[in-house]
Nanobody, 121 residues
């Protein structure tokens, strides 16, 4: 599975951004997709995940109510709509696929390249 992420950028606090990740190759392995992020000097952390049917979504607590993950099976894409952005959301966001969405810790099998999200105060 190859993953191509896009949509990062610079936005003021309270603004919105939409990230997109497109899967190609052996996409039957992309049954779970989502996003991690890594801020400078911090470990990579889970943000959101969705199963391929879109029937199950999972978010880290800090983004609940602000971020929405969705999938478009026809396009093999997963999007992350980020609203009410805060400076603490600033990070490099990484698309991933694979792993068990209901596991205590999601362990991705595949990673896309990161896309920078910067939220100014």
């Amino acid at each position: 599975v190859q993953l191509q992420a896009s949509g990062g950028g610079l936005v003021q606090a309270g603004g919105s951004l939409r990230l997109s990740c497109t899967a190609s190759g052996r996409t039957f392995g992309a049954y779970v997709m989502g996003w991690f992020r890594q801020a400078p000097g911090k470990e990579r952390e889970f943000v959101a995940a969705i199963n391929w049917s879109g029937s199950y979504r999972r978010y880290t607590n800090s983004v609940k109510g602000r971020f929405t993950i969705s999938t478009d099976n026809a396009k093999n894409t997963v999007d992350l709509q980020m609203n009410s952005l805060k400076p603490e959301d600033t990070a490099v966001y990484y698309c991933f696929s694979g792993g068990n969405i209901v596991a205590e810790t999601i362990r991705p099998q595949y990673w896309g390249q990161g896309t920078q999200v910067t939220v100014s105060s």
